[in-house]
Nanobody, 126 residues
Framework: QVQLVESGGGSVQAGGSLRLSCAASGYTNRDYCLGWFRQAPGKEREGVAVICGSEKFPYTADSVKGRFTISQDDAKNTLYLQMNSLKPEDSAMYYC???????????????????WGQGTQVTVSA
């Protein structure tokens, strides 16, 4: 059973930084994609950044490229999202997700993932 627990959200001013963490268990690197998604009020859940397989190839949404970096610490079974140069439009609930057998075409689609954390709120003020 895959379990995901996020932490690290909070409130920051525009231009600031936050690092989200996701403690993950019950999966194997070789088979799974793990990643970050976000959902703002009234909007659909969208993919932010995902790492797949033991190669840890990153997939990053255009809206956060150059500002957000996804990484994974295998020793700690933890996924991270370093968020720099935050903007008010980055405000959302951020979720960690995981699943196996995710196609490249679907890697940033929320519908491709069955395992989710409870979410952590990020609020960026202007």
């Amino acid at each position: 059973q895959v379990q995901l627990v996020e932490s690290g959200g909070g409130s920051v001013q525009a231009g600031g930084s936050l690092r989200l963490s996701c403690a993950a268990s019950g999966y194997t690197n070789r088979d799974y994609c793990l990643g970050w998604f976000r959902q703002a009020p009234g909007k659909e859940r969208e993919g932010v950044a995902v790492i797949c397989g033991s190669e840890k190839f990153p997939y990053t949404a255009d809206s956060v490229k150059g500002r957000f970096t996804i990484s994974q610490d295998d020793a700690k079974n933890t996924l991270y999202l370093q968020m720099n140069s935050l903007k008010p439009e980055d405000s959302a609930m951020y979720y960690c997700a995981a699943d196996r057998g995710v196609s490249v075409a679907s890697v940033l689609r929320a519908s491709a993932y069955h395992y989710w954390g409870q979410g952590t709120q990020v609020t960026v003020s202007a």
